[in-house]
């Protein structure tokens, strides 16, 4: 059993996991604690997990996944971490963080645990990183959504903490049926829709359909035509990474292998001319990407695919259709409800103290370059800030 740790307790035997055989080996158990779980996110499931891991390793990250069992030996809870050596301006730091976080940016995380004993076991989670700060220099913990994890966090013997800038999740709440919640939609956006729906039929009449991709070879024809109308239309687009696009290339085959893939597209003449990536996971729809052909602008492909996707959503009983992570206006035409998700740092010796300054000083730097950097410039901002705050 874990150690007490303060006023915390715990009945949980609590591991960390750094062989990937090991880990390969959980697969099933894996998906036993997802299945009992019913807010665990798609972002820390077996298949994102593994992906990310093939795509994105590197020398310098060890896979430190907290495992906890029960009495019988039965896993119960999952916090997927990866230990991270990396140094800053001279001093090398061991940082715990999310598998999975950074350009891919994953959402809404939590310890993966049947919410009846969520509290209990992330307690016993974190009670074993304290028994073993010898390992580690501070946690920077990117995109979390349950308070349960910064209330333990805040409870804690911690040196420093502090709260990064939060991002913001627009999402739908979807009622039974699609007229209900299109009557309460905006008149204006109840105007517009109508109005791009008759202009496209008008100028092109049968050209142009939609559909929801269901094979293998179309999933890959259109993630060609996201990714290149992406580089069309913006000059810094995360699809001119190749790591990031050979990772939603392969996310996108296994989530059609697992049905979770909702690939929605509009084609003229059989090219993919808009495209809306999202992914059903659990009674949640994630609406990842969504990119149009600069030519068929002003048809509001996007909107129009928005439209379609979210009545899908609803026709297949999902509960919600999630945005994620950015506050874009075109999302707020959709809805007016949002949530947080929190980054939170914590530093348990000097040298997690300094990573948490360097982190400072980039938070610093970005919020005063959003108010004089012009927005197209804003990407390769945060890129120099984030290397001025290594060197200081």
């Not at 390793?57 to 991270?84: E, I, Q």
């Not at 996201?226 to 699809?239: D, G, I, W």
């Amino acid at each position: 059993m874990c150690a007490h740790q303060g006023s915390l307790t715990c009945d949980y035997d609590v591991q960390s996991i750094h062989s990937e055989q090991v880990l390969d080996g959980m697969q099933q158990e894996w998906a036993e604690v997802f299945a009992a779980d019913p807010d665990a996110p798609i972002f820390f499931s077996w298949a994102w997990i593994a992906t990310w891991w093939r795509c994105y390793s590197r020398h310098n990250m060890t896979p430190w996944v907290l495992a906890a069992r029960d009495a019988d030996k039965r896993l119960v809870g999952l916090f997927p971490l990866m230990r991270v050596h990396e140094r800053y301006g001279g001093i090398s730091v061991f940082i715990l963080r999310p598998i999975g976080c950074g350009i891919v940016c994953p959402c809404h995380l939590q310890v993966v645990a049947a919410p009846a004993n969520r509290v209990d076991v992330t307690k016993a989670l974190f009670a074993f990183l304290f028994e073993h700060l010898d390992s580690w220099d501070v946690l920077d913990l990117e995109g979390i959504a349950d308070d349960t994890l910064a209330a333990t966090i805040a409870e804690l013997p911690f040196r420093r903490t502090l709260e990064a800038r939060a991002a913001i999740c627009p999402f739908v709440c979807l009622p039974a049926d699609w007229e209900r919640y299109h009557g309460g939609l905006d008149k204006k956006l109840r105007r517009n829709l109508k109005y791009f729906e008759n202009l496209l039929e008008r100028e092109h009449p049968g050209e142009v359909s939609f559909r929801r991709l269901v094979d293998a070879r179309d999933v890959t024809s259109a993630m060609d035509a996201l990714v290149a109308m992406h580089r069309l239309r913006h000059e810094n687009t995360t699809f001119n990474e190749p790591a990031y696009v050979a990772f939603h290339r392969e996310i996108a085959a296994r989530s059609l292998a697992e049905g979770w893939l909702r690939f929605y597209v509009f084609e003229a003449a059989g090219t993919t001319v808009a495209a809306l990536y999202c992914f059903r996971f659990g009674n949640k729809v994630y609406a990842y990407q969504i990119g149009f052909a600069p030519e068929w602008a002003r048809y509001s492909l996007g909107r129009l695919l928005a439209g379609r996707a979210i009545r899908d959503s609803i026709h297949e009983g999902a509960v919600e259709f999630d945005w994620l992570q950015g506050d874009h206006a075109y999302k707020y035409e959709w809805t007016d409800l949002h949530r947080y998700d929190r980054h939170v740092l914590a530093s348990v010796n000097w040298r997690g103290d300094a990573y948490l300054a360097a982190t400072r000083v980039r938070e610093r730097s970005i919020a005063i370059g959003k108010k004089v950097v012009p927005e197209q410039y804003v990407a390769q901002f945060e890129r120099l800030a984030t290397h001025l705050s290594l060197l200081s």
